[in-house]
């Protein structure tokens, strides 16, 4: 049974820093991805990684500010956020793709994680 559990959202000041996580089980993947829900918006892409190869892509608006990586030990993806602005308010969802891909996002995604709040304030 295939399991991805994210942890380390939270409330931060603007321009704070926050690192989430998210542990991967169940069978191996291709590649991680992290995407983002506010109120109101549908849910866009942040981040993704390649388990293997460890390329990583991110959206315009974060990068510079956001790094993904991975631990193969741990099975574990990380979204290091840094410069946090209050547009950055959003769930958080982890998501991992089986096949390989050459688009852009490394989509589509088959399995998807809970959600993890994180909250910038002003």
């Known amino acids: 049974q295939v399991q991805l559990v994210e942890s380390g959202g939270g409330l931060v000041q603007a321009g704070g820093s926050l690192r989430l996580s998210c542990v991967a089980s169940g069978r191996t993947f291709y590649a991680m991805g992290w995407f983002r829900q506010a109120p109101g918006k549908e849910r866009e892409f942040v981040a993704a990684?390649?388990?293997?190869?460890?390329?990583?892509y991110y959206a315009n608006s974060v990068k510079g500010r956001f790094t993904i990586s991975r631990d193969n030990a741990k099975n574990t993806v990380y979204l290091q956020m840094s410069s946090l602005k209050p547009e950055d308010t959003a769930v958080y969802y982890c998501?991992?793709?089986?096949?390989?891909?050459?688009?852009?996002?490394?989509?589509?995604?088959?399995?998807w994680g809970q959600g993890t709040q994180v909250t910038v304030s002003s």
């Open positions: 998501a991992a793709n089986v096949y390989y891909t050459s688009s852009y996002h490394l989509g589509p995604y088959d399995y």
């Open positions: 990684i390649t388990w293997s190869e460890g390329s990583t």
